[in-house]
Nanobody, 118 residues
Framework: QVQLVESGGGLVQAGGSLRLSCTTS????????MAWYRQAPGKQRDLVAR???????LYADSVKGRFTISRDIAKRTVYLQMNSLKPEDTAVYYC????????????WGQGTQVTVSS
């Protein structure tokens, strides 16, 4: 089992910034990758950003240049720095982890709401 605890969501005006955090109960070195997804009302859950065990990152086209995923290995925490936020970034943001011992399964956090007002 892997527990994931997210924090950092909230209400911000367009153009503003937020930083999301996701702390895992497992060592980062046991994790294949961690990622942030988001789901807006009535829409599917989509990948926002992913960071692999070696540090490689990838981003959805819609957030490239605005969002940055990073990690603090000692704190077992992954961050999503979100800048230049737009109303269309409004969604529930979920953290997920994929572990080496079972790469067919992902663990999910409870989600954190991000609302961007225009």
């Amino acid at each position: 089992q892997v527990q994931l605890v997210e924090s950092g969501g909230g209400l911000v005006q367009a153009g503003g910034s937020l930083r999301l955090s996701c702390t895992t109960s497992r060592s980062i070195f046991s994790i294949n990758y961690m990622a942030w997804y988001r789901q807006a009302p009535g829409k599917q859950r989509d990948l926002v950003a992913r960071i692999f065990s070696g540090g490689t990152t990838l981003y959805a086209d819609s957030v490239k240049g605005r969002f940055t995923i990073s990690r603090d290995i000692a704190k077992r925490t992954v961050y999503l720095q979100m800048n230049s936020l737009k109303p269309e970034d409004t969604a529930v943001y979920y953290c997920t982890a994929n572990v080496f011992e079972d790469t067919s399964n992902n663990y999910w956090g409870q989600g954190t709401q991000v609302t961007v007002s225009s």
